[in-house]
């Protein structure tokens, strides 16, 4: 499991006076960011590597609003590993570690101009199955 | 059913060349706002209303990638509709309407400043219900 | 002059229950590429074509406050055109054609992949000239 | 001056590969955020308290563009202080402590729901004088 954190800002908010619902996707998408870069650079793949890693699916269930300054926490475990794509799980926690959302990314593992699907990348399924 | 319609900007896109993920539940929220114009005014609702419309699931299945400039329509219908909640589907086509992204999001119906459920208020029934 | 119209969004707003104000630098931007899009295609010039047009300065003045389903209107001229540059003036109005917000946008004229600045590609300048 | 950090995400690139310009605007006022919670609580000011410091001008130059997984430092300080307004500055550099962008706010105090300028609130002119 990945821990990541990030403060509510008053750009995640709308004017109902909480987080908008699609920024916990972001959110969610920076932690998996950060957990990329702390075994090999996203950077690296997304501008040279051949492989690319679209979401071809994502879901979240929220069930406690966020509001400014919340100091949430992100918590990233992998969900499925298959051939060519693989699931992760974000459990949102809020200030006070209660459960605030539950977001899914599905991610297909993409040879670059090309839409086939293909094995993972070693480097890759080493560091999910780190999670 | 309600058509909307938008073009794919470039704050839409990401470094990837395509449109992020999140973007599409916004766009799809963009669609929904849209609609309860066309009935009722969303920031009466918000603003003077008791009733609020918390989004508590959404998800998306993406199919092809949008990139900028492209067309796309959004075509909101009615999922299922409960007592104290609804769903709503949204197929977004691109520019030769093919099938890019199906989107859903479920909405509680609440009073103002309490979680507890409650009845729909007419006026947001009826219009749903023409959806 | 070009007009451009957009509709304040619920993801446009923060929880102070105005729009945020970097929006109003994505709306502007929105009304530019609406622009670019009447004349010639923006994303042939970014993906084609051989310049790109970086943008060096911004600046807002705000006077109203912009709220959830205002229908925004924004009128876009050219300000100062020089060898390798030219500023795009945006008035942002609301609903009473009240002016809410003034930006301005600053580009350069580049040859991709390098910072050399270049003169202007003629169909873009004909087509900024007809502002 | 206030030492903030933030990494550049997918999410605030475009598909010309770099930062789009409206985001560095976001990130300076996550800067804003940090520092005044470093302070006082802003959530404090904007939901309880009697005054509002909305933005009223701001703008950026843009000298080197910022791509995905650079590690930012923004470099805040105050600027001329007046009797109901103050000006912030912020100097983004990039992973090699380089210029990127210069971006300056301009925030008038006024009491809420009111658009009279009224003198500073104490904590706030301590805060902003210790920058």
Do not use: W
């Not at 920076?30 to 793949?45: D, T, V």
């Not at 599905?106 to 560091?127: D, W």
């Amino acid at each position: 499991m990945y821990r990541y954190q990030e403060i509510i800002r008053l750009h995640h908010t709308d004017a109902a006076g909480v987080v908008f619902f699609s920024n916990l996707f972001v959110i969610a998408h920076n932690a998996y960011e950060s957990f990329l870069e702390s075994c090999l650079s996203l950077n690296k793949i997304l501008s040279e590597g051949s492989y690319i890693l679209p979401i071809v699916h994502a879901e979240a269930d929220y069930s406690l609003p966020l509001t400014l300054s919340d100091n949430i926490t992100v918590e990233l475990s992998l969900g499925r590993i298959g051939n060519a794509s693989f699931e992760l799980e974000y459990v949102i926690k809020n200030d006070n570690m209660q459960i605030a959302a539950q977001v899914k990314t599905v991610h297909a593992v993409q040879l670059k101009g090309c839409s086939e699907k293909k094995p993972f990348p070693e480097p890759l399924k080493n560091a999910l199955e780190k999670l």
